[in-house]
Every structure is written in C-alpha cells, then in structure tokens.
C-alpha cells in the first residue's frame, strides 16, 4: 500500500528493535557486534531448519505441527550452545579487561549482552519472516490470505514479527540469567515459552484464526517482558544484594 | 568512573564494518532502484566478457562453462595487469603510477558516476538541464580525485569519496550477466588466495619491494580513523591515510625465516615521544591504479627503545583496541597500558588489489605486531608498533567485491540481501580474527565471497521457499 504503508509495517515489526538499538546498543561497538553475531548465528540455524524440512514444504497443514517442535527444539539447542560461546568470550573480556587495568564486567555489562544477544535473535527473527516479504507492501496493493480476511497479510506479519521479536530478546535475557545462576524455573520457561507461542500461531491457520492468533503471540512476548523485567528488576534493584556488583570499581580504589 | 570494556572492544572492527555496510545499501538501493524485477538488462561489454558473452537460452552447462571461462580470463588479466604494475614500481615510474590512478579514479566518478546519475535522473523525472549536470559532476570528480589522492580534507570527505566509488564500481560490476558474476567472484576470491599466501604472489613481490625500498605504493584504501593530519615531505601521500611524516616508512627489522616482510607501522607524534630512524611509519599501501592484487605479510617489529609506540586516536571510544585486544591475550602477555600511551590496533595489512579500469582496492590493515612467543616478551613488549592512526585499513576492492556479491543477491530477493550481508560481515570478523592470531597477511576476500556464495544458494534454493511457505501461512517460531 505505497511506500507509507510499506514504511508503517516496517516500523511496526521492527520499531521497539530500532530503539533499543540506538539507545542500548548502538553506543557499546562490542554490543554491536554481538548483534550482528548472534543474528548471523540465528540464521544458520534457521538454514539448518530449513534444509532438514524443505522436502516436505509445501505440504499437510498437519506437518506444520512436527515441523513447529522441531524447529524449536534446534534452536534452544543453539541458545545452549550460544550460552557456553558466551562463556568464553566473558572470560576472554575479563581476562582482557584485568589486562588494561579495568573493571570486570559487572551485572548491567552482562544484561546488556544478553539483550544485544537476543536482540540479534529477534531482529534476524522480524527480518527474514516480515520485512522479506514486505517488498510488495511498498506498491500500490495490498494483499489478504483466505484464512485472514480481516487483515492484510502485511500487518499480521508485522504484528507476529514484533511479538516474536519482544520474545526472543528478552527470553535471552531470562536464559542467560538463569543458566549463569542456575535456576530451573527459567531455564524451563524459555523452551516452553516459545514453543507455546510458537504452537500458538498454528490458531492463524483456522479461518479467522488470526484474530486470536496475533493477540495471543503478543501475550506470549508481554509474559515474557514481564518476567525479564522482574528479574533484572531484582538484580539492580535497590533492594538487590548485588547492588555492590554495580559500581564500576577500580579495582585499586576504596569505593 | 572508569570506563567499562566494554565501551572500547570492538571499535575498529564497527568503524571497517560500517563503510561497508553503507557501501553495500547504497549498491542494493541503487540495484534496487534501477534494475526492476523482470527487466532484461542489456550486458554491457566489458573485458570481463571478452570470452563467451551469456545469453539467456543457452543451457545451463554451457553459462557455468562460459562464465567459468570468463572468470579465468578476468583473473588472467588482473594478474598481468599488477605484474606490469609491479615493474612501474619497480622501475620507479611512481609519477606514472600515480597519474594513472588519479585518471582512473576520475574516469570512475565521472564517467560511471555520470551514468549512474543520468539512470538516477530518468528514473525520477529530475528536472536538470545539461550544463548544470556537467558543470557539477565535473567539480564532484574533480574533489574526488583530489581528496582520494592528493590533498588532505576532512576525513569524511575522503572517507565518503572512498564508498561512493566503491560503489559506483560494485554497481557497474552488477550489470554483468548472472553466472559470469559468480564465476567471478568465486575466481577473484581463489585469486585472491594464492595472492596473498603463495610466495610468487604479485602483491607480496611489490610489498616486499616497497618495504626495502622504504616508499609508499600509491594506492586507494579506506582507512577507518587517521589521528594526525598528513605532511607530505617528499612524494605526496596517498590515499586516505594520514600519517606523519617520519624519515622511514617501513621498518626494517632484519628478515625473520616466515615472512619477508615488515610491517609498516605508524606512529604519531602525539604522544610526544622521540622519532628517531628506528620508528615506524604506516604504511599507506594503497593499490597502485590498474589490476593489481597486493598482499602485505606483516611482522612485528621491534621496538624502539624508547619502548612505547603508538598513537593517540582521536576517538574516544577506544582505549583497547580489539584486535589488540584479541592479541595479547592470546599471547598471554599484557597488552601497551592505554593509560600511558594510549595504543590501538591496527592490524597489518593483509592485501591490496588494485584494478586498472575499477581502482579496487583491498584489505589493508595495519597489523599491531604481537610476538606470540614467550621468550620474546620482552623484547617485544615495547615494541609493537600501531598504526599512526590506530584505525583499520580496508582496501577498496573488497567493498567492491562485497558490494557486488550482495548487489546480485539483490536482484533475486531482499531475503537473499540480509542472508549475504550477515554472512559477507560475519566472514570479514573472521578474516580480522584470523589476522590477529595468524599475525600474516590475510586476503579479505575468500572467507567472506565463499560465505556469502554459500549462502546466497542455501537461501535462494532452500531458505526462501521454507521461510514464505511458513509465513504465508502465518506460522513463526
């Protein structure tokens, strides 16, 4: 729908990434990086999908269900592997930051790169399953599918791209907050998580399912945003017995 | 409060991954802008195609072989083209050389940039008339030239200069048919290689010739941050590095048995330290005008005794460099006290290529030297030299190269654009990785054309059905 629709779904699936980016990211070149890394990571995995189930799309809406688990599992299989990558090079840091004489990463460096981490996640995520197909939304048409009339196909994309997009980020954060501190819960809650919200957009394929469906992934990423929040809530809070753990201390001074 | 590492790790490796990154939009929108989906694009006749000239209706085999064909050719031709090169310089035709290559610059910004604005300008219904259009686009050459090559400008003007005949080439580059693209890119990037690592490599010849002769190899590269402004004692510099005149400009520190050459290191005289003989200069290798391939096999120096080298960066986000960084803890050796001097990285120049009618330009980076060796801690630990400017260099031909690769993508499809780029900067990462631990010339060009190869065909053939199949149906994960 000419290059102001087309610009509006754009902002619509990748608008809260876009500041995020240029308010936490954008000034850290590390944390820069760590985004292009982890989406560059994230699409191999999604090659990998891609290849083990090429040969049976398009097929059966039933496959989508097998397909979905799959999926899912292959790449909380990668967040595990992304997570002890991320060991290394925080060691490497504080190695290389106990060279030059500064201080070690403290709490808020660590969420940082768990929320560049996850954002590359997410941005790879919005990228290659809305913004690809958004070419067409910059002409003059629009375009519905039969399973949803009530909404371009355009703005049920964007929507889904930025729930997913909320999800992926900060399901990040509550991994790497989990796997570092050993919690259970959580570690739990991420796979399970996104394969809820995952098994959810399958109600997009019932006609007229995607009127619960885009609300129901945005719940998904609103949950998932609150129970991040919660938790790095606690870790910097005033209440936080860490709260030492955020000043960056010199290591020679008396702060 | 002290600033966390996190702030400064990584800077140079954004500053080289940024031009590119710009380099590469701007071919995909013009791409994008001016080669509409479905429309046949007349291929032009180029010396790339002198051999076999693709149409659409001949068969599959007969496009790889052709295409194979054509990229020998090409590559052939570049390597004749830098052997003769490398005898100007050996000869000492450096005003030749460097005529030369302000006229093929010139005739890129002039020439193709007047085309492209010409298409630009139909296609938008611009209303201009001729005079004025020529009037400007002589003056936009003439700047160009002038700030690539011969003045010292700010260096965002330079910089800028820099991408946008990147650009124009990589453009030009996108109008060759289809396969022959590939086979050329996948040519150049083995090329590209055997280059850099085999001894017999044309730009390892003129480097190494550069190095003992102490002269600079006029050329064209993107350096990321020169610190100190430029003086020019004898031949005018080149390019866009600004370095400080010292009485040499390569260091020579004896032939160590695995390479034959030694790293240009720059130094700057902000820190106030002493200049005598023994420092080091950056080199500004550039790429000589015409099709030229230059590798450059660094090595550490050895330091002066005055001990500390280094520059100060203008920047302010960089206290450690990266490549430093990722240096000296691999050699488990403290890195140069930032707080003393504060020292960059930059990593040594891996390869420079130049291209007579293109003017590519290559990886060049300065290498900090780090001795890996443990016996050689102290010796070495003063003396690894930076670049004056403590910045990467990155030679013009890879932005071409990468420009091109993800150009061609973009005529298929966006995704196939987001695919290649993760995997053209994810294989640059590693080339500087690489050229930080292996501390030897490193050609910028095969990791990331094979990746980006790899993945524009996973995704064209394999990614782009799933993905849409899925999305279609309003499925995600």
């Keep these: 729908m000419t290059e102001v629709g087309g610009t509006g779904y754009a902002l619509i699936a990748l608008g809260p990434a876009f500041s995020l980016f240029l308010t936490v990211i954008a000034s850290k070149p590390f944390l820069i990086l760590t985004v292009l890394g982890s989406a560059m990571m994230w699409l191999v995995s999604l090659i990998a999908c891609a290849i083990l189930w090429r040969a049976f799309l398009p097929g059966a809406v039933w496959t989508f269900l097998p397909l979905l688990i799959t999926v899912v599992g292959i790449q909380e299989a990668v967040r595990l592997y992304y997570w002890c990558l991320y060991l290394k090079v925080e060691h490497f840091l504080n190695k290389l930051a106990a060279k030059v004489s500064k201080p070690q990463l403290v709490a808020t460096d660590k969420i940082q790169i768990a929320i560049a981490s996850g954002l590359g996640h997410g941005i790879a995520h919005s990228v290659f399953f809305c913004l690809s197909l958004l070419t067409p939304a910059f002409g003059p048409a629009t375009y519905y599918i039969d399973s949803c009339v009530h909404m371009p196909l355009f703005l049920v994309a964007a929507f889904m791209g930025l729930g997913f997009l909320l999800l992926h980020t900060f399901s990040m954060v509550i991994a790497f907050n989990a796997l570092a501190g050993d919690k259970h819960f959580h570690q739990l809650f991420v796979p399970v998580m996104h394969l809820c919200a995952s098994l959810l957009t399958m109600v997009n394929l019932l006609p007229g399912g995607c009127i619960a469906g885009v609300p129901m992934t945005l719940i998904c990423a609103v949950v998932t945003l609150a129970v991040a929040g919660k938790i790095v809530w606690d870790k910097t809070g005033t209440g936080s017995a860490e709260l030492g753990n955020l000043q960056r201390v010199h290591s020679s001074s008396s702060l | ?477």
């Excluded at chain 2, 006229?103 to 209303?127: K, R, Y």
């Excluded at chain 2, 085999?198 to 350096?223: N, S």
């Excluded at chain 2, 003393?340 to 003017?359: F, I, K, S, Y």
């Design chain 2, 1 to 477: 409060m002290e600033k966390a590492i996190l702030e400064s790790v990584g800077g140079e490796i954004v500053s080289i991954v940024t031009p590119v990154s710009i380099c590469m939009l701007l071919v995909v929108l013009l791409v994008h802008t001016l080669t509409p989906h479905g429309s046949v694009v007349a291929p032009i006749a180029t010396v790339a195609m002198m051999v076999y000239s693709e149409k659409p209706n001949d068969s599959l085999f007969e496009k790889l072989r052709g295409g194979f064909l054509n990229g020998i050719i090409f590559v052939c031709i570049v390597m004749i083209v830098t052997f003769v090169l490398f005898g100007l310089f050996y000869f000492r035709f450096t005003k030749c050389l460097r005529v030369y290559m302000g006229f093929s610059a010139f005739m890129v910004l002039a020439w193709m940039g007047g085309t492209v604005m010409v298409e630009l300008i139909q296609f938008f219904s611009i209303p201009i008339d001729v005079i004025t259009f020529g009037i400007c686009l002589i003056n936009f050459a003439s700047v160009g030239v002038i700030a690539v090559f011969f003045c010292q400008m700010p260096i965002v003007l330079t910089q800028g200069y820099l991408v946008v005949i990147g650009m124009l080439v990589a453009f030009w580059f996108t109008k060759l048919p289809e396969w022959t693209t590939w086979t050329l890119l996948i040519s150049m990037a083995v090329y590209d290689i055997m280059a850099v690592l085999a001894p017999v490599g044309p730009l390892k010849m003129l480097l190494e010739l550069a190095m003992t002769r102490d002269e600079e190899i006029p050329a064209l590269i993107y350096e990321a941050r020169p610190v100190l402004p430029r003086q020019m004692p004898g031949p005018p510099p080149t390019s866009s590095s600004s370095t400080t005149v010292q009485p040499r400009r390569w260091s020579h520190l004896g032939a160590p048995p695995h390479s034959l050459l030694n790293i240009a290191i720059g130094r700057g005289n902000s820190a106030g330290l002493n200049v005598d003989s023994d420092n080091f200069q950056t080199s500004n290798l550039g790429t000589v005008g015409g099709h030229e391939l230059m590798n450059f096999v660094t090595e550490p120096p050895i330091a002066p005794e005055a001990g500390l080298l280094g520059s100060r960066l203008v920047s302010s986000t960089e206290d450690a460099g990266t490549l430093n960084s990722v240096s000296s803890v691999l050699a488990g050796h403290q890195p140069i006290d930032p707080n003393v001097d504060e020292d960059t990285v930059p990593l040594v120049n891996p390869g420079t290529r130049n291209m007579a009618a293109v003017d590519r330009m290559e990886l060049g980076t300065q290498m900090q030297p780090r001795d890996l060796d443990e016996d050689e801690l102290e010796r070495n630990d003063e003396g690894f030299g930076l670049g004056v400017s403590g910045a990467l260099k990155l030679g013009l031909g890879d932005f071409v190269f990468y420009s091109v690769l993800v150009g061609r993508a973009a005529m298929y499809d966006l995704m196939t654009v987001y695919a290649c780029y993760l995997a053209i900067v994810g294989g640059l990462g590693a080339t500087l990785i690489l050229l930080a631990v292996w501390r030897r010339a490193m050609p910028a060009l095969p990791i990331s054309i094979s990746l980006g190869v790899v993945f524009y065909f996973l995704t064209r053939l394999i990614m782009d059905p799933f993905v849409v199949d899925l999305a279609t149906h309003l499925v995600f994960f």
